[in-house]
Nanobody
C-alpha cells in the first residue's frame, strides 16, 4: 500500500484547506483511512477516520470544522478543513488499514506528511 498526501500550505486563521491522500491499494473500498497530525515537539495525534464499515470518527477539537470523505472511484480520501486555527498547525499524515477501525485503531500503512501552517 502506498499513500500520497497533498494539499497542505499556509493559510490565515479562519481560512480553509483541503488535504488529499491518494492510495495505491488492491481494494480501496475495503480500506479504512485516517488522518493524523503532529505539531512540533508533540506526539502524533488522531484527527479523523473513515472506516470501510461506514463509520466516521473525529477528534473533539476538529468536530464541526473538519470533514473527512472518500472517493472510492478515485482511491482518494480527503480532509476538508474549515475555520482553521493556529493550533491546527502541524504535519498531517494519512494512514490506511484493511481493518474496520474506530477512533483508537492502529494503522499499518502511512503516507508522507503534508505541512499545514495557520497564521494568526
Amino acid at each position: 500500500v502506498q499513500l500520497q498526501a497533498s494539499g497542505g500550505g499556509l493559510v490565515q486563521a479562519g481560512g480553509s484547506l483541503r488535504l488529499s491522500c491518494a492510495a495505491s491499494v488492491r481494494s480501496f473500498s475495503t480500506t479504512s483511512l485516517g488522518w493524523f497530525r503532529q505539531a512540533p515537539g508533540k506526539e502524533r495525534d488522531f484527527v479523523a477516520a473513515t472506516s470501510w464499515g461506514g463509520n466516521i470518527y473525529y477528534t473533539d477539537s476538529v468536530k464541526g470544522r473538519f470533514t473527512i470523505s472518500r472517493d472510492n472511484r478515485k482511491n482518494t480520501v480527503y480532509l476538508q478543513m474549515n475555520n482553521l486555527k493556529s493550533e491546527d498547525t502541524a504535519v498531517y499524515y494519512c494512514a490506511a488499514t484493511q481493518r474496520i477501525v474506530t477512533a483508537r485503531s492502529n494503522y499499518e500503512f502511512w503516507g508522507q506528511g503534508t505541512q499545514v501552517t495557520v497564521s494568526s
